[in-house]
């Protein structure tokens, strides 16, 4: 049963190529939250060898920035590459260059690195079994995923489809807000961080806040939510801030080393030799027959860019700053998404919009003011 | 133009019994906020005396939970005599009556107190010239409120009639909560009260959660009002803020002086007058034909009665807290009447109205919090 959550979980991010059908915007910001496991393991180049040079915050407050305009971007690529008519390009071949993209930077960087200060015990490739032990978790998470997936690839997320049995799709992306404060409780009891009663206060309100945002006629539908509907969304909610949680414990255990080896990067040859079986098995034929890049236009190229880089900002979010920054930027990045389809695609703001954004500042303000008076 | 949005404000609360075509729940609620200035000026008999021996925070508490179970159970009472049919009874006796009830309780108390204590300086009924002439703003104020009351009586609160050609009924129940904020913002001006950043914040969530709370299919609604729309929901949410705040800023001056004779008794007198001639005008012939108490019931008789205890408890929290506390209490017990309607009516929640609540009850814990760090 685990197992099939867990599975359910992960799959959550890599069917975001696939389901189609759905909101995109709302999908993918969601499916963002879900993703703290996935697309991460690098550093980008230009932060690899002189961070040390730049104050803390500055670096901090960059690697938020970037993680907040790549993920308000990516929805609105969705959208604009729906715009353009029906997905052309197989799934498979775009997740495999994802994972192929964040490879090659991370080793752009690394040899950057190695190119300026030498191959060091912080930034070598090869690990000793001693650090490999930490992964066992994350990596376990990975392989069940890439597994699952590969399992489940002719049903396209069949755990997903499980879960809106019990709970529609509008119902599900306001149950996702939930990871809000199962990351908060899992920072508080894993990383053991110490919070004042002002910063849990403004957790809790950047929830609601959240969710406020993404009211809409059907929202009222969720509270018809049958039991197992509830337990398969707390049970998701914790999954997914454990996994984010755990990663960001692995990448602080040991600041110095370098990013590129602490986030595994084997684990990105495993996603790209997984996602190479996925083409074999679902699209070979089409591969075969109409070419690998059939179907890519500018905006899956940009999209697959995004991805890989937002991939990266989230693991840098992870190691400079923490989860819980990863969660205001990821919301942020919500609010955004929706005021730029505004100009973009004459989407409407609802008052429940502007209320859920109010709550959310507020609860951005009161964050600050607990970090200060703490 | 400001005697008119005066009136406008003014009259909000005397159509209480007169609007039955709105949502009475919210209609009645939301009236509350715009009477600070009404319906009190009394003490309640039990607290009159001995209210020395009790400690401040339980006197405080009791006048809060007062307030609160009043306010609620006023919408109960308005929509429970709404479901026994149409309203028999002359809405011009009934606020008579109220104004009457107010009075009495207000001598009752007074004639307790000078048995017990004598006549002193503090609680005499007759004032001097140096202590009338802080009355004269709220006094005019009730002068121009029963003067256009009863000017515009045969027109049933044109100047409410009138707000609404630019914004629906729903939507002046959502602006309404503009008041929040103004009283907030006058209180801090006019009191100078030093507040903290935490409370500052727990203000404006009060407001996004009270909004929330009241969110349906139809307040989208209130983001097409119109610029006039929008500077009328202003102006009263800042003449609304006034009334309350000067109103205290009175009650406080002297806090020795017995509440009966502060808030101005011949105000009372003076209410009961013009409700008297508003019967004459409207309701002479009803009145004499049918007599006074034609079509009261039960329900009546306990809406008279709350109105009046309702008035008097503003008044107590007024002395013993502030216009603060009435805010919150009057929020809580906007989301208690929902709740209470669920078992009593079969009415149904909202997410969104879990999602207010959750903002209103942050917002109480932050402003408690932002109390003790001050």
């Given at each position: 049963?685990?197992?099939?959550?867990?599975?359910?979980?992960?799959s959550?991010?890599?069917?975001?190529?696939?389901d189609?059908?759905?909101?995109a915007?709302?999908?993918?910001?969601?499916?963002?939250?879900?993703?703290?496991?996935?697309?991460?393991?690098?550093?980008?180049?230009?932060?690899?060898?002189?961070?040390?040079?730049?104050?803390?915050?500055?670096?901090?407050?960059?690697?938020?920035?970037?993680?907040?305009?790549?993920?308000?971007s990516?929805?609105?690529?969705?959208?604009?590459?729906?715009?353009?008519?029906?997905?052309?390009?197989?799934?498979?071949?775009?997740?495999?260059?994802?994972?192929?993209?964040?490879?090659a930077?991370?080793?752009?960087?690394?040899?950057?690195?190695?190119?300026?200060?030498?191959?060091?015990?912080?930034?070598?490739?090869?690990t000793?079994?001693?650090?490999?032990?930490?992964?066992?978790?994350?990596?376990?998470?990975?392989?069940?995923?890439?597994?699952?997936?590969?399992?489940?690839?002719?049903?396209?997320?069949?755990?997903?489809?499980?879960?809106?049995?019990?709970?529609?799709?509008?119902?599900?992306?306001?149950?996702?807000?939930?990871?809000?404060?199962?990351?908060?409780?899992?920072?508080?009891?894993?990383?053991?961080?110490?919070?004042?009663?002002?910063?849990?206060?403004?957790?809790?309100?950047?929830?609601?806040?959240?969710?406020?945002?993404?009211?809409?006629?059907?929202?009222?539908?969720?509270?018809?939510?049958?039991f197992?509907?509830?337990?398969?969304?707390?049970v998701?909610?914790?999954?997914?801030?454990?996994?984010?949680?755990?990663?960001?414990?692995?990448?602080?255990?040991?600041?110095?080393?370098?990013?590129?080896?602490?986030?595994n990067?084997?684990?990105?040859?495993?996603?790209?030799?997984?996602?190479?079986?996925?083409?074999?098995?679902?699209?070979?034929?089409?591969?075969?027959?109409k070419?690998?890049?059939?179907?890519?236009?500018?905006?899956?190229?940009?999209?697959?860019?995004?991805?890989?880089?937002?991939?990266?900002?989230?693991?840098?979010?992870?190691?400079?700053?923490?989860?819980?920054?990863?969660?205001?930027?990821?919301?942020v990045?919500?609010?955004?998404?929706?005021?730029?389809?505004?100009?973009?695609?004459?989407?409407?703001?609802?008052?429940a919009?502007?209320l859920?954004?109010?709550?959310?500042?507020?609860?951005?303000?009161?964050h600050?003011?607990?970090?200060?008076?703490r």
């Amino acid at each position: 049963m685990l197992i099939i959550l867990l599975s359910c979980l992960l799959s959550v991010r890599k069917c975001q190529f696939k389901d189609k059908e759905q909101d995109a915007v709302h999908d993918d910001i969601e499916s963002l939250r879900g993703k703290p496991l996935s697309g991460s393991g690098n550093s980008m180049v230009m932060l690899g060898g002189s961070s040390s040079v730049q104050s803390k915050w500055k670096r901090k407050s960059a690697v938020t920035l970037a993680l907040t305009v790549l993920t308000s971007s990516q929805a609105i690529l969705i959208v604009w590459s729906k715009r353009a008519g029906k997905y052309e390009y197989s799934v498979t071949t775009a997740n495999f260059l994802v994972e192929a993209l964040k490879c090659a930077i991370s080793l752009a960087a690394l040899a950057r690195i190695w190119r300026n200060e030498g191959v060091t015990e912080d930034n070598k490739l090869s690990t000793s079994w001693d650090e490999v032990s930490v992964y066992p978790i994350p990596a376990a998470l990975y392989l069940i995923k890439n597994l699952l997936q590969y399992c489940f690839l002719k049903y396209v997320c069949l755990w997903q489809y499980y879960i809106f049995a019990y709970v529609d799709a509008p119902g599900y992306q306001i149950l996702k807000n939930l990871n809000i404060i199962s990351t908060g409780v899992l920072f508080r009891i894993i990383l053991k961080k110490q919070w004042s009663e002002i910063q849990w206060a403004a957790f809790i309100l950047l929830c609601a806040g959240c969710t406020t945002a993404q009211l809409n006629s059907t929202s009222d539908r969720v509270l018809q939510t049958p039991f197992q509907g509830w337990v398969m969304a707390i049970v998701m909610a914790l999954l997914s801030g454990f996994a984010g949680v755990y990663t960001e414990a692995i990448i602080k255990k040991r600041p110095s080393r370098n990013i590129n080896v602490q986030k595994n990067f084997w684990l990105y040859v495993f996603g790209m030799a997984f996602n190479a079986m996925a083409i074999l098995v679902q699209d070979f034929d089409a591969v075969m027959n109409k070419g690998f890049f059939h179907g890519y236009s500018l905006i899956t190229v940009l999209m697959i860019l995004n991805h890989a880089l937002s991939g990266i900002a989230v693991s840098m979010v992870m190691k400079y700053a923490d989860n819980i920054v990863k969660v205001y930027s990821t919301s942020v990045a919500m609010l955004l998404t929706a005021v730029l389809s505004v100009f973009l695609f004459g989407f409407h703001l609802s008052l429940a919009f502007f209320l859920g954004s109010t709550v959310v500042f507020v609860a951005i303000y009161m964050h600050s003011l607990g970090k200060l008076q703490r």
